[in-house]
């Protein structure tokens, strides 16, 4: 199925979905190295932030314990 009919089914944009989609890869970029349950929007947000600043937050995630 691709990216537009499954958003269409579920019922999200297709960037959405694509984002989803790439949500593995885009975690191992910006360095969260366990799975925390980190939403797609706090995930955007993160992209947001310049690479010093992504390094120090993603720094603070890492060491919390679940």
Not at 7 to 33: C, D, H, M, S, Y
Request: a positive charge; hydrophobic letters at 45%.
């Amino acid at each position: 199925m691709n990216e537009a009919k499954l958003a269409q089914r579920i019922g999200l944009t297709e960037e959405w979905v694509k984002f989803i989609i790439k949500l593995p890869e885009i975690r191992k970029n910006i360095g969260i190295t366990r799975e925390l349950k980190i939403s797609p929007t706090t995930i955007l947000t993160i992209q947001t932030l310049t690479i010093e600043e992504q390094k120090g937050f993603i720094a603070k995630i890492n060491i919390i314990k679940v």
